[in-house]
């Protein structure tokens, strides 16, 4: 693994289901991040983590939770999906809150 | 709350200039990051400001005016390759970013 790594890729998802989004990075970054990207809005901040075992929100928080047991690892979990989660989510990281933002590949989502 | 403004396109010719504004509105201010994102990929970092004045980075160039929430990403000898959307972002308080819609540059031949 190099960097920050997303899965899965794509993923189509009935409403009302529940969706894990994974995030891994080896990078020993202290910080990370979850964006969703939407036509005509930019990223838009869901929930970030300042340092493992801490979690706060974001610009766009609800209907998405995260957990942060440790360093490496970043998941998104959309509760019950709506069709409005529909978007492409990015995960990011830096070693501190203050320097750039790395970020991984995407995953596209789509709720039906 | 933020308020990040850039245009949504601009087009250019290959080997000339392009300047891409961007002003911002922010609770706190702790610098201006530009990204470059193309198409179907992730954005990547290009320049961070902090302090008034240009930051020059090869043929990629940004300037921030902090008194005028102003900031400008200059993009020299174009390449085809630098068609892509740019994304002008603001660390507030928090250090958290606050992105722009992005601007699509599109290089013509």
């Known amino acids: 693994i190099a960097g920050i790594t997303q899965a899965p890729t794509s993923q189509i998802l009935a409403a009302g289901r529940r969706m894990t989004l994974r995030c891994t990075q080896d990078?020993?970054?202290?910080?990370m991040y979850w964006y969703r990207q939407d036509l005509g809005l930019g990223l838009r901040l869901i929930h970030y983590?300042?340092?493992?075992?801490?979690?706060g929100k974001g610009e766009v928080p609800d209907g998405y939770s995260v957990s942060r047991a440790n360093t490496d690892d970043f998941p998104l979990t959309l509760a019950s999906a709506v069709p409005s989660q529909t978007s492409v989510y990015f995960c990011?990281?830096?070693?501190?809150?203050?320097?750039?933002?790395?970020f991984g590949p995407g995953t596209r989502l789509t709720v039906l | 709350g933020q308020n990040i403004d850039q245009p949504t396109e601009m087009t250019a010719t290959e080997g000339a200039i392009v300047q891409i504004n961007c002003t911002y509105q922010?609770?706190?201010?702790?610098?201006l990051f530009w990204y470059q994102q193309h198409a179907g990929e992730a954005p990547t970092f290009l320049s961070y400001?902090?302090?008034?004045g240009l930051e020059e980075k090869g043929r990629f160039s940004s300037f921030l005016s902090r008194s005028k929430g102003y900031s400008y990403l200059l993009l020299k000898e174009l390449q085809m390759k630098d068609s892509a959307s740019y994304l002008c972002?603001?660390?507030?308080?928090?250090?958290?970013?606050?992105f722009g819609a992005g601007t699509t540059v599109t290089v013509r031949a």
């Open positions: 922010t609770s706190g201010f702790n610098g």
């Open positions: 972002a603001a660390s507030d308080n928090d250090y958290k970013l606050s």
């Open positions: 990011a990281s830096s070693d501190s809150e203050r320097n750039e933002q790395f």
């Open positions: 400001n902090v302090l008034d």
């Open positions: 983590s300042n340092t493992a075992g801490t979690t």
């Open positions: 990078m020993r970054h202290n910080a």
